[in-house]
C-alpha cells in the first residue's frame, strides 16, 4: 500500500523587529501609500467640484452673447454664489414647522454655510476659478464641452473678483479674444490632446472643498 504523502510544513515568518532597518523600510512604504491614496482622493474631489461648477456656469450662459465683458463675468459669479439660497431657505422652513428640539440637515447646512462664507470671501479677494468667457473661441468651446472631467485641460479658466462689477465697459484684450484655441472635434477625436480621468490634472480650485 502506497506511502501517504508527507505534509509540507511552510516556513514561519521571521518576526521583524520595530527597530530594525527593516521595519522602518515597511513603515515607510506604508506611510507612501497611504500619502499617495490621500492624494489621489483630495484630487478626485477637486475635480469633482470643478465639473459642478462648471456645469452651472455652462446650463447659466446666456445663448445670445458671443462673449462676456469682466462686469457680465462677475454679474453671473454672483448669481453662482447664491445657488444654494432656495436650500437654505427650504432647511429653514422645515425646521421651523412644530417644536422640533433637533434640527434636521444641520450638517447639510453647515457644510453650506462654510462653502458660502469661503467662496464670498475669494471674489472679494483674490477672485474665483471661472470658464473664461470673455474669450470668444473659449466660449465656444466651453458651450460643447460635454461635461467630461477629461477635457478640462482643454478650457481656459479666469479669476472673477466682485471689483469687476465696478467695470461696466473695458477694452477687451484682442490678443484673448483672437487666441487659437483647440477645436472641440479635434480634441474629441485624438487622444493626444485629451487626458485620462485618472491622470493628474492642473489644481484649478483650492484644497478646501464643499
Known amino acids: 500500500m502506497p506511502k501517504a504523502p508527507k505534509a509540507v510544513v511552510g516556513k514561519s515568518k521571521k518576526v521583524v523587529h ?31 467640484h470643478l465639473q459642478q461648477k462648471l456645469l452651472w456656469y455652462q446650463t447659466n450662459l446666456d445663448s445670445q452673447k458671443s462673449m462676456y465683458t469682466k462686469n457680465e463675468v ?4 454672483c448669481t453662482y454664489l447664491e445657488r444654494f439660497n432656495d436650500e437654505l431657505e427650504q432647511i429653514g422652513i422645515v425646521n421651523s414647522v412644530g417644536n422640533r428640539q433637533t434640527k434636521q440637515h ?37 458651450r460643447n464641452w ?20 465696478k467695470e461696466k465697459t473695458e477694452k477687451i484684450d484682442e490678443s484673448e479674444i483672437n487666441e487659437e484655441l483647440p477645436d472641440y472635434d479635434d480634441c474629441v477625436g485624438n487622444d493626444k490632446d485629451t487626458v485620462n480621468a485618472s491622470d493628474d490634472l492642473p489644481d484649478y480650485v483650492d484644497t478646501d472643498t464643499s
Do not use: C, W
Not at 18 to 24: D, K, Y
Open 18 to 48: 520595530p527597530n530594525s532597518r527593516h521595519a522602518l523600510y515597511i513603515q515607510k512604504q506604508n506611510n507612501r501609500e497611504h500619502r499617495l491614496m490621500k492624494n489621489k482622493a483630495e484630487s478626485a474631489i477637486k475635480q469633482e
Open 106 to 142: 444641520q450638517a447639510r447646512e453647515a457644510a453650506i454655510k462654510i462653502s458660502k462664507e469661503r467662496e464670498n470671501h475669494e471674489f472679494d479677494t483674490i477672485g474665483i476659478e471661472v470658464p473664461d468667457l470673455l474669450n470668444g473661441k473659449n466660449l465656444e468651446y466651453f
Open 74 to 77: 462677475a454679474e453671473l459669479t
Open 146 to 165: 460635454t461635461g467630461e472631467i477629461r477635457f478640462f485641460p482643454n478650457i481656459k479658466l479666469r479669476k472673477s473678483k466682485r471689483s469687476d462689477l
